[in-house]
C-alpha cells in the first residue's frame, strides 16, 4: 500500500506542476494530463480494495485471538474442554517447544500411516466390514447373472477410554505468553500416534491364521527368507504390502547382499528417508516380535477419536506447586483379513 500511496502523490505533484502553467497547453500535453487523471483514479480504487483487505485480515487475527484466549481462560478455571481434530497423520510440519514450525521435516512413516483409520463420533460402536463385495460378473443383454454368495463379515470398534497426563509447573500458568493449549495438543498428538503404533503392532502379533514362512536357520535371517516371506503373501496383497521388522531385522537386512552383489535394503530419499525392501516400504516398529509382510489396510482397523476432552486438577501436584491436565481420548484397533500377513516364524 506505501508504494501506491508514493505513486499517486507524484502524479499529484506533476498535475500541481501543469495546472500551475499560464501558458496555453498542447494537445499532446491535455492527453498526457488525462491520462494521470486516469492513473490516479486507478490507484485510487488499488488503495481502497488493499484497505478493506487489511481491515478483513485485522478481523479475522482478532477472532482467532479470541477464541484462543477463551479456550485458555477455561482451562485455568479448571473446566473440562473439548480439543478438535487431537488426531493426525504423516503432516508436513511439525510444531517444536519453542512453537516454531518445522517445514517439510523428513521422518519415516509409521504402523499408523499405512492402516486402515476410522473416526469415533460419541461413544457409539463402529461396525466395519472386513472385506469387499470381490469382483464383478460379465452380464449380457436378457442373460440371467450368476449368483455370488458372499459373507459379509465385520468387527465392531469399541470406543475404550485412553489417558494421558501432563503437568505444567503453576509459574508457567501464570506466565500469559505460554502456550498451554499448545503444549497439551503437541504432547497429545504424540502420545496417540505412539499409542497407536502400540496397539496396531500387538494386534499383527497375536493375529491367528497367518501365513506362516519357517526360516532356513534359527534365529538367522537369510536372503531365502525374505523372498519366501515375500511370494508367501497372496499376489492382490502384495501390491499395498509394507515390511514390519524389529530393529535385530532390521540389522540383519543391511548385511544381505543380492545375487547381483548389491545390498536389498535400500533408502528411499524421495519419501521420506523410507528403508525399502523388494520395492517395497521398510517400517520399523520395536513392539514387532516376527518379521512381517503385511497388507496393513486389509489385517487391521484402528478406532480413533475425532476430539479429545482435556480436564484440569490442582490436587495431584499439589506439593510440586504443579497443575495436571488429563486428556481422555477413545482408541481400539482390531484385526480384519488375516491372511493379509504373513510372517517369518
Known sequence: MKALIEKRARLMAELDGCLDETRSLSKEELDAMNVKVQEVKE???????AKEIRNLKNTKETKVEETSM???????????VEVRDMTKSNVKGEKVQNGALVTDRAKELGLKDFARIEKFNGNSIVPVQKSKMGKLVKASELAEIAKKDVLVEQVD???????????VSEELMNDASYDVEGL?????????????????ADTLNKATEVVTVTPKAEGVIALEDVTNLYFGLNAKYRKNAIFVVNDTHLKALAGLVGTDGHPILVRDLVNGMQFKLMGRPVVLCEDITDMMFTDLEKAVVAGVGTNAQVKRSDDAFF???GIAFRTTIALDVKACITQAIAKIA
Do not use: C, S
Open 43 to 49: 490507484l485510487d480504487a488499488q488503495i481502497e480494495q
Open 70 to 80: 477463551e479456550l485458555r481462560e477455561m482451562l485455568l478455571e479448571g473446566k473440562e
Open 157 to 167: 470398534l469399541r470406543p475404550e477410554k485412553h489417558a494421558l497426563l501432563t503437568v
Open 184 to 200: 497439551i495438543k503437541e504432547e497429545g498428538n504424540q502420545a496417540i500416534d505412539e499409542t497407536i503404533e502400540g496397539m496396531i
Open 319 to 321: 506439593t510440586t506447586a
